[in-house]
């Protein structure tokens, strides 16, 4: 197992590796790392600062064939961000729902398989709506986006009522 993060200190003292089998891999871009000594089974992405798009694409070299990809989806992070002078929230469903749409086809272009999509049970930084996407790239059978989309919705609109 497999640690990465581009920071050096900054892992919360309860989030440090206390596994043996656990490998810290600190100061690393994963947008940049080509291989690691075993293939892994899963890989879970965390990113902020950063889109998806520009993470993904590297996780091929070090997932095994049919491995399984669970990546946060922190909707202002898939946003041109960068040119706004000061960070929002969204909290726009049709916004939502486009950032997600646009993710999940920008996934299945680059052979990326969506195989399921719920909203964050865990509000993220100042309340925003979060998601988690599992994906596939070993089949390109995917789910119906607008099928799955108002249930995640139904339950968007439950975490935000509370």
Same mark, same amino acid.
């Given at each position: 197992?497999?640690?990465?993060?581009?920071?050096?200190?900054?892992?919360?003292?309860?989030?440090?590796?206390?596994?043996?089998?656990?490998?810290?891999?600190?100061?690393?871009?994963?947008?940049?790392?080509?291989?690691?000594?075993?293939?892994?089974?899963?890989?879970?992405?965390?990113?902020?600062?950063?889109?998806?798009?520009?993470?993904?694409?590297?996780?091929?070299?070090?997932?095994?064939?049919?491995?399984?990809?669970?990546?946060?989806?922190?909707?202002?992070?898939?946003?041109?961000?960068?040119?706004?002078?000061?960070?929002?929230? /969204?909290? %726009?469903? &049709? =916004?939502? *729902?486009?950032?997600?749409?646009?993710?999940?086809?920008? #996934? !299945?272009?680059?052979?990326?398989?969506?195989?399921?999509?719920?909203?964050?049970?865990?509000?993220?930084?100042?309340?925003?709506?979060?998601?988690?996407?599992?994906?596939?790239?070993?089949?390109?059978?995917?789910? /119906?986006? %607008?099928? &799955? =989309?108002? *249930?995640?919705?139904?339950?968007?609109?439950?975490?935000? #009522? !509370?």
């Amino acid at each position: 197992m497999y640690a990465v993060d581009t920071a050096k200190e900054l892992l919360h003292p309860s989030l440090k590796c206390k596994n043996s089998k656990v490998v810290e891999l600190f100061g690393v871009d994963a947008r940049q790392m080509k291989s690691l000594p075993t293939k892994t089974d899963i890989v879970t992405v965390d990113v902020t600062f950063s889109s998806l798009k520009s993470i993904l694409p590297n996780i091929k070299n070090y997932l095994k064939k049919n491995g399984d990809i669970i990546v946060l989806v922190k909707p202002l992070f898939e946003t041109s961000f960068w040119e706004e002078v000061s960070f929002k929230i /969204i909290t %726009d469903l &049709v =916004i939502l *729902k486009k950032i997600l749409g646009d993710l999940i086809e920008w #996934s !299945n272009k680059n052979f990326f398989f969506p195989k399921g999509l719920i909203v964050s049970p865990l509000l993220g930084k100042g309340g925003s709506i979060e998601f988690l996407i599992h994906l596939k790239i070993d089949k390109e059978h995917t789910f /119906i986006f %607008d099928d &799955v =989309i108002e *249930k995640v919705f139904r339950d968007v609109k439950e975490i935000t #009522s !509370n």
